[in-house]
Every structure is written in C-alpha cells, then in structure tokens.
C-alpha cells in the first residue's frame, strides 16, 4: 500500500474508533454530578461527598448481575461509618417507574440517582454494565470495578479499607 | 481506482452497515428473556446434545452474555 492511500485511511480509521476511545480510569478526576433521586424528589450531588470514599455503582433493573450486587453493596454501606463511606448508585432505567420497582424488591438504603438520558454513563465513558467508581476522599477515581461476580464484594472492601486508612495515616 | 476513491468506498460501505453499536447502559430491551436466543434452555442443551453426539461436534450455539453487558 502507498503512504497516500494510508494516509486517505487515515480519516475513517479516527471517524471508526473515536466514539470507543473515552473511559475514566483510576487517576483521573471523577466528574461531578447532580441528578434526581429515584426515590422521592430530592437531588443527589456527588461534590456534597467531598472527604468521603464515594462508590458510585451504575446499575439497570434488566442488568441481573447489578441486581446480584445491589444487597451486598447495602451490605458493604453498613460496614463503615457513613461520615467515611457511602454507596451512590446510579440508575440507567429509561423509565423511573422500573427503578423504583427494582428498588421495592431489593430495597437499599443507599442514595441512587436517576439518568434515564444515559448522560452519566457517557461522561464516565462506561464500557460495561455493571461498573462501579470508587473515588477518594478528594474526588479521584481509585478503582474501576467491571462487572460483578460472587466474591467481588472482598475486593471492594479491601479497596475502601485501603483508602479510609490511608487518609488516617495508617500504613 | 485512486487510492482516495477506494478510501471513499470503504467509508460509505462502513456508513452503509446495518450494524448499529448499542451502549451497554441502553440494553434493557437486548435483555428481555424473550430476546434470548434460545428461550428454553432445557430445549436447547438437549438439542446440542443431540446436536454433537450426531456430528461429533460442538455447535457454536449462543453469545457471550445476556445482554446486560456484563461479558
């Protein structure tokens, strides 16, 4: 092949692989957010957790292995004290109608914000479903967490162990 | 051909796909039961048994995942 036709390639292989190519990863800044709640009309805003270890954890009522992980996230919640940890789950369900009907029959405790616009999934360039974001006390995502099988739970606890103590000094 | 017009085919047989990339957040219709492709699993590991002992062979029956995108 000549070096013209790659370079005439050029444009369509970037026009082919730009929509893929964005993912927050751990380092980066995780971006901020306000959205309505599923439950009732209050607002959930990620900043006014600022000092806290944040699992946002982006989950659908048609995505059984979220479904799987919503108790032992409720779980994980209790496990620390509130003013150090909380779960924030994000709800993708077009219709709000089918949160609120998955939340009955696993309730949390938890707040979990609606985006039926599917506006933060592409901020936070999600390549899968489940994924969770655990992000540190000063607003940096410290793991990304694909998927979720049984035992999952042990190194999402290990990780926000890690990071409370961390902030303590603790080695 | 010149090289820009077969980089302008090649384009317009990519727009031309019917493929249409679903994000893994708008996979609530791919995961309905009904959209499996096989509804009866019982049905199903019968038949490929019945499929494999014939020919000695593995079909390449089903996907990677239910569509949740969790695979």
């Known amino acids: 092949m000549t070096p013209r036709f790659l370079r005439a390639l050029l444009p369509l292989a970037v026009a082919l692989t730009a929509s893929a190519s964005f993912a927050l990863d751990e380092g980066d800044r995780a971006p901020d957010f306000q959205a309505r709640s599923v439950v009732g009309d209050a607002e959930v805003v990620l900043h006014e957790m600022r000092g806290k270890v944040v699992l946002v954890d982006f989950w659908a009522s048609w995505c059984a292995p979220c479904n799987a992980a919503m108790p032992q996230l409720e779980k994980l919640s209790k496990e620390f004290p509130s003013d150090q940890f909380v779960v924030l789950g994000v709800n993708v369900d077009k219709k709000l109608a089918d949160a609120r009907r998955a939340l009955e029959k696993r309730p949390v405790t938890y707040p979990n914000a609606s985006d039926p616009t599917g506006m933060l999934p592409k901020r936070f360039g999600l390549q899968t479903m489940p994924t969770s974001y655990l992000i540190d006390q000063d607003g940096v995502v410290r793991l990304v967490h694909r998927g979720f099988r049984n035992g999952d739970i042990d190194e999402l606890r290990e990780q926000v162990q890690k990071l409370l103590d961390k902030k303590k000094g603790r080695p | ?71």
């Open chain 2, 1 to 71: 051909m010149k090289p820009l017009h077969v980089a302008l085919l090649l384009g317009l047989s990519a727009l031309a796909s019917a493929c249409q990339h679903v994000d893994p957040w708008e996979r609530n219709l791919l995961a309905r039961p009904d959209m499996a492709w096989e509804t009866d699993e019982i049905a199903a590991t019968q038949e490929q048994h019945t499929y494999f002992s014939k020919e000695a062979a593995m079909p390449g029956g089903g996907v990677g995942g239910g569509g949740c995108g969790c695979n």
